[in-house]
Structure formats: C-alpha cells, structure tokens
C-alpha cells in the first residue's frame, strides 16, 4: 500500500509564503510524476505544477512566477515553494504521485490534502 503525506498548510496573510511537502511511503519500483492540485469549495480540482523524475516541470498560468516545484527523489519527497501568496490561492492542496509498482504496472495516488487559506 502507498501512502502520501501531505504537510506545511496553514494560514497567512497575502504576500507572504508557505512551502508545503509530500512524501510518499510504501512499496513500488519508481516514481515517475509527483504534482500538486488544489480545489477550492465549489471549483473543480485543477493542476498547480507538476515535476518528473527528470525534473521537468509544468506550472498552471496562475502560479507561474510565484510558485516553485521542486523534488528530491531518494527521500521520495515532492515540495512546493509557494511565494507571493493571494487571497485567491486559498484552497486545500493535493498531493498526487503516477509511479510504477513492483508489478510494473502503473499506479496514482492521492494524499488526504492541506487547507493553505490566505488572508487579505
């Protein structure tokens, strides 16, 4: 069983930072993509980055700039740097991992989420 465990939510005022990690534990081969989302009540669960083993990564348009991910494979650890927070950041974060079992069969995961609530 795979287990990711999300950590560094909370609350701030806007214009201040947050980093929030994930790290996945459990039995599987490799890690291929790790990634945040965030829904906010209401809203559909959208993409904040996105990083591969390779460490290429993809940023949503409204992050870009603000927001670095960022991952260190041996600890199986996945972290974004959240900067410049706004009020419209305000959401609770996912964690996600596509990784590799020891079937070789491909699998994704999701963590229990992290309120990251920003104040004006």
């Known amino acids: 069983q795979v287990q990711l465990v999300e950590s560094g939510g909370g609350l701030v005022q806007a214009g201040e930072s947050l980093r929030l990690s994930c790290v996945a534990s459990?039995?599987?081969?490799?890690?291929?993509?790790m990634g945040w989302y965030r829904q906010a009540p209401g809203k559909q669960r959208e993409l904040v980055a996105s990083?591969?083993?390779?460490?290429?990564?993809n940023y949503a348009d409204s992050v870009k700039g603000r927001f670095t991910i960022s991952r260190d494979n041996a600890k199986n650890t996945v972290y974004l740097q959240m900067n410049s927070l706004k009020p419209e950041d305000t959401s609770v974060y996912y964690c996600?991992?596509?990784?590799?079992?020891?079937?070789?069969?491909?699998?994704?995961?999701w963590g229990q989420g992290t309120q990251v609530t920003v104040s004006s």
């Open positions: 996600n991992a596509h990784l590799l079992g020891r079937d070789l069969r491909n699998y994704g995961y």
């Open positions: 990083i591969t083993s390779g460490s290429s990564t």
């Open positions: 459990g039995s599987f081969f490799r890690i291929n993509v």
